[in-house]
Structure formats: C-alpha cells, structure tokens
C-alpha cells in the first residue's frame, strides 16, 4: 500500500535551514507529484510547494526565496530545505503524494533558541 | 495567487443535520477543487476531487458540487464522526491555495 514517512529535526534553531526528508513507498516518484504542507498551531492548511512527476517544482510565492525541494529517485524520496527560519515557521509539516490522495502523518518542527 | 473565500469559519450542527460549506474562487478554476476532512491531531484526508467526484472510501452521504464560481460541500446527515475541520484547495494554477477552514461542531 501507499506510505508517505515525514522525518525531521524537531528543534532548531532560529536562522539555520530546515530540512525534511519524505519517504514514500508504494508510488513511483517519476509517475506522481509530491507536495509539501504545513499547519501552524491551531492554524490552517498552506501549500508550500511541489516537486512534479518530471522533477520541476513550484513554491508558494510567499516563501519562494526561502525554500527548496528536491528528490532522490533511486531511493524514493523528496527533500525539503527552508533556508532562514524564524519562529514563524514553527509547524506541522506533511508531504502528500498523487494529487493529495496520500498523506504523511507530519512532523512537528518548533523553532526555538 | 489565487485566493480562495471559504465560508462560514464556524457551523454549529446537530446530528441528522444537511451541512454545506462553500469556498468561492474570484480567478477561474476550472473544477480544479479539492475538499480535505482534518481531525484533531490527524493528516488530512481527501473528501472530494474535481469539484464532484468522490474520492475512495469516502461515504455517498458526501458531496461537492459547483456553481460558477461557487463550490460547495455538503453532508446530507451528519454523524458524530463527521466532527472535524474541512478545506478546499485550487489546484487549476501553482500556487496552489487552501481555503482558510471551517470547523464543524455540534451545536
């Protein structure tokens, strides 16, 4: 069956870079786009960007500057890196795969000093 | 980007209630519309694609529809499990945007 696994530092610092591993099982990276998302405390759902079935991407435009996504074929996986990090950006954080059918179950990044 | 309007924020229901939850987009989106459910503490799950269409496993008593510029989702009657915050999402252009919620309680 399809699986998305999310995996993360947990805590970091203000000004590092975020990164994010999504690991998928059970759906082909070069057949199926891969979106990143996140949730904020007691917020909503923001689309943060996407990688597509031919490895182009596209990002919020809110977060453009900052952001970066990427993926490893071979090994079944789409990287997220978030340059710059403020407290804001203190969230849930899920990948979804084929046109948001499938979800990861997130993981909680707080930015903290 | 494309800004999606969805209302209301907040839908007291009661059990047996027929809820509907629209999401207006100003730009043209095709039925580029998605409708996610999202329980406490959960991933979302996807509700309804393409404006109308069904996704696997989602009970009939669900639907999406559009008019014009309007998409909504209804529940025809509510059960308990159905308690939860729901979103729209435009896919037809990248960015792609999710409404801003609505959270379904019962009154």
């Known amino acids: 069956q399809v699986q998305l696994k999310e995996s993360g530092p947990g805590l970091i610092q203000p000004s590092q870079t975020l990164s994010l591993t999504c690991t998928v099982s059970g759906l082909s990276l070069t057949s199926n786009s891969v979106s990143w998302i996140r949730q904020s405390p007691g917020k909503g759902l923001e689309w943060m960007g996407v990688?597509?079935?031919?490895?182009?991407?596209d990002y919020n435009s809110a977060i453009k500057s900052r952001l970066s996504i990427t993926r490893d074929t071979s090994k079944s996986q789409v990287f997220l890196e978030l340059n710059s990090l403020q407290t804001e950006d203190s969230a849930m954080y899920f990948c979804a795969g084929s046109w948001f059918a499938y979800w990861g179950q997130g993981t909680l990044v707080t930015v903290s000093s | 980007d494309i800004q999606m309007t969805q209302s209301p924020s907040s839908l007291p229901a009661s059990l047996g209630d027929r809820v509907t939850i629209t999401c207006r987009s100003i730009?043209?989106?095709?039925?580029?519309l998605r409708w996610f459910q999202q329980k406490p503490g959960k991933s979302p799950r996807l509700l309804i694609y393409?404006?109308?269409n069904l996704a696997a496993g989602v009970p009939s008593r669900f639907s999406g529809s559009r008019s014009g510029s309007d998409y909504s989702l209804t529940i025809s009657s509510l059960e308990s499990e159905d308690m939860a915050d729901y979103y729209c999402l435009q896919s037809s252009e990248s960015p792609f945007t999710f409404g801003a919620g609505t959270k379904l309680e019962l009154k």
């Open positions: 990688i597509w079935r031919n490895g182009g991407t």
């Open positions: 730009q043209d989106i095709g039925n580029y």
């Open positions: 393409g404006a109308t």
